[in-house]
């Protein structure tokens, strides 16, 4: 794929704090699209270094001219043959799991809101990982961070041994970032994509603890192959110290939002960049939406204990939303969702001008941690597009995010995903 970078916008991505200050909010947004852009040119790129490279060469000697292309290698070749029951489906009826879901059924039940019961709820549950098997139907992936992140992704065991990756005592799964103090060279981590593949679905998300701190760039997403034209669903997503979430699809050709207006839309969240959502048409700022519950990302979302995240994806579009862990429907908890009773979502990218089979097929979900890179990396010197007062340059006193990476094994007690399950749906026909 094949798409532009203005010069000048990837400039402002880089601006230091006291120039960031001189553009308005609405160049901010501008300014994180354009930042979102280019690291979302190698996030999707083939895990090759020789890929790698191509995605970034033109972004890192190019100095003059008023565009930049960027030329980007679809597919990470993860793709399974998709469907199939496995040891990870039925997980969640074994001991940790069992007691993870009833804790949550049972914190949650004065949330209810509906008055469904499991008998009509149209979604059938394919896919539950949760409590002690939660990682055996996923896939690690342990090539070089695609993003040009200062991680070292390890495979199932060295994770497992390092304590990377574990079910705590509440049954929840772990996916940590190395915490040795001085490590030479990049920091371990973990990114795990699902075998399971997905056409339309329901994924719900029950997250007690995400990953934040400086330098860290964590997401969970769903991703389709040749991309972008599988499309690209990023659900939950942020850096640094973001506490607010923002929710994006990339697309190919001809995928747009028919508004930006969040009232229009029927959304609790504001459209950030453009509304056509074509990766290789607008640089790739693709169609984000931005939380405005500072309790959505990062510290805000682990000190409520976390919620969940939900995506639906059916012939009428995608949407997205976002429970508190003090208001989680019922229903979710029951594994009976109805997805009518839960009000406005945090996001809606209709149908209407971007047809849902066309544009977004053969989804995997993924959780992965990186550190620095395109996104936290780019942000390192920086308060544009992370929401922060001061950059992690100053709040930290280290000048790059990789020397921090290095030393600061400290810093990244807070980078972990704890997870009490990840639920795939499909409807019931
Ligand atoms: C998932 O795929 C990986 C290989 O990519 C394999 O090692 C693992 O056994 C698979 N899990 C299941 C439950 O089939
Ligand atoms: C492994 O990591 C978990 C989660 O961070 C932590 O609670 C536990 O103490 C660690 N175990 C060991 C043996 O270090
Ligand atoms: C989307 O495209 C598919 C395949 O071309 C077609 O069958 C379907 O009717 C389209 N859906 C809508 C809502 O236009």
């Known amino acids: 794929m094949y798409f532009r970078v203005p010069l000048i916008l990837f400039l402002l991505a880089s601006a230091a704090p006291s120039d960031a200050n001189l553009f308005s909010r609405g160049s901010e947004h501008i300014i994180r699209s354009i930042s979102t852009a280019h690291r979302h040119a190698v996030k999707r790129s083939s895990n090759l270094a020789r890929d790698l490279r191509r995605a970034l060469s033109p972004i890192l000697v190019s100095q003059d001219g008023s565009s930049q292309s960027v030329y980007c290698v679809t597919g990470d070749g993860l793709i399974g043959s998709g469907g199939g029951s496995s040891s990870g489906s039925s997980g969640g009826s074994g001991s940790g799991g069992s007691a993870s879901s009833k804790a949550s059924g049972t914190s949650t039940a004065s949330a209810a809101s509906s008055s469904s019961s499991a008998s009509s709820s149209p979604w059938k549950l394919q896919q539950n990982y949760e409590g002690d098997s939660f990682f055996n139907d996923w896939t690690f992936f342990t090539a070089s961070d695609p993003t040009d992140g200062n991680v070292q992704y390890v495979d199932s065991s060295t994770a497992s041994s390092g304590n990377l990756t574990g079910i705590n005592s509440a049954g929840n799964a772990y996916m940590r970032v190395d915490t040795t103090q001085t490590v030479s060279g990049n920091r371990q981590s973990v990114r795990i994509t699902t075998n399971y593949t997905f056409t339309q679905g329901l994924v719900v998300l029950d997250a007690v603890h995400a990953p934040t701190g400086c330098a860290t760039w964590p997401a969970f997403w769903t991703d389709g192959p040749n991309w972008p034209n599988g499309g690209e669903i990023d659900i939950m997503e942020g850096v640094n110290s973001l506490t607010i979430n923002q929710a ?26 453009g509304t056509n959502c074509a990766a290789e048409e607008s640089g790739d700022a693709g169609c984000g939406v931005q939380s405005s519950e500072t309790n959505s990302f990062g510290s805000g979302f682990n000190a409520i204990g976390g919620g969940v995240y939900a995506m639906q994806w059916t012939d009428d579009g995608i949407k997205v939303w976002f429970f508190p862990r003090s208001s989680i429907p019922s229903d979710i908890s029951n594994s009976a969702p109805q997805p009518s009773g839960w009000g406005t979502p945090l996001s809606f990218w209709p149908s209407t001008d971007c047809n849902m089979t066309t544009y977004f ?69």
């Open 248 to 273: 994006s699809i990339h697309t190919a050709d001809g995928c747009t939002l028919p508004s930006s207006d969040s009232s229009t839309l029927g959304i609790s969240g504001t459209v950030v960049g």
């Open 361 to 429: 097929y053969d989804h995997q979900a993924i959780f992965d941690t990186t550190l620095c890179g395109q996104w936290a990396g780019d942000a390192w010197d920086s308060t544009s597009g992370t929401g922060q007062s001061q950059s992690c340059a100053t709040m930290t006193g280290v000048s790059t995010c990789a020397d921090y990476v290095a030393n600061n094994g400290d810093g990244f007690t807070e980078a972990y995903w704890e997870v009490k399950s990840v639920k795939i749906y499909q409807e019931s026909s």
